[in-house]
C-alpha cells in the first residue's frame, strides 16, 4: 500500500509543475493536484456516464466513498482529500478548502479564476451568489460562476464565501 501511495503523490507532485497542456507552472500545490486530478477524469471525453463510471471503478488510485457517496471517489494527497464524481451531467472534482490540519485555506477563488482563464475557459457570467445547505443543515452563501472550457463544454465552479471548512469547492464539466 505504501508503494501505491508514493507511487501517487509522485505522480500528482511532478505534475504540480507544469498542467497538461504545459503553458504555465501552477505555484500552489493544493490547486495543482485538483486541476490535475479534475483533468485525468472529468476533461476526457466518454461515450456516456456509465463509460466514465468503469473509468473510476478501475483506477486503483481511487478509493470509493460508499453508499452515501455513490458515484464518488477519493484520493488523499498530503493528508488532503480530493473526490471525483460522476454526474447525472457530467464530471466533478471537488475538495474541502480548509482541512482540519491546516489553518488557512488551500485554493483562493482569485487562484482558480485566474488559472482557468489562463488555460483559455471563458467565463459565461460573473458569477451569481447563491445559498446553498451545508452539511449541518445551516445555509452557506456559496459563488457560482459558469465556464465554457477550450473544448466547448460548459464547466461550472462552486465557491463557498463562507464556511470554507464545511463546504466542498466543486468544479463541474457538463459532459452529457
Wanted: overall charge negative; aromatic content about 12%.
Amino acid at each position: 500500500m505504501r508503494i501505491i501511495f508514493l507511487t501517487i503523490t509522485a505522480f500528482f507532485v511532478n505534475a504540480c509543475s507544469t498542467v497538461p497542456n504545459g503553458s504555465e507552472t501552477v505555484k500552489n500545490e493544493y490547486l495543482s493536484f485538483f486541476i490535475n486530478l479534475h483533468w485525468e477524469y472529468c476533461d476526457k471525453s466518454y461515450q456516456d456516464g456509465d463509460a466514465l463510471e468503469k473509468v473510476l471503478q478501475s483506477d486503483r488510485k481511487l478509493t470509493p466513498l460508499g453508499k452515501e457517496y455513490k458515484d464518488t471517489y477519493e484520493i488523499i494527497i498530503d493528508n488532503i482529500s480530493y473526490a471525483v464524481s460522476k454526474e447525472d451531467d457530467g464530471c466533478s472534482t471537488d475538495v474541502l478548502l480548509i482541512q482540519q490540519d491546516k489553518k488557512s485555506i488551500i485554493i483562493t477563488l482569485n487562484e482558480i479564476d485566474t488559472y482557468l482563464i489562463s488555460q483559455g475557459y471563458k467565463k459565461k457570467d460573473q458569477g451569481k451568489i447563491l445559498f446553498d445547505k451545508g452539511p449541518d443543515g445551516t445555509k452557506i452563501k456559496i459563488i457560482k460562476i459558469e465556464y465554457l472550457s477550450p473544448k466547448g463544454e460548459s464547466s461550472i465552479l462552486e465557491f463557498p464565501i463562507e464556511k470554507p471548512n464545511k463546504y466542498f469547492m466543486v468544479l463541474t464539466t457538463i459532459k452529457f
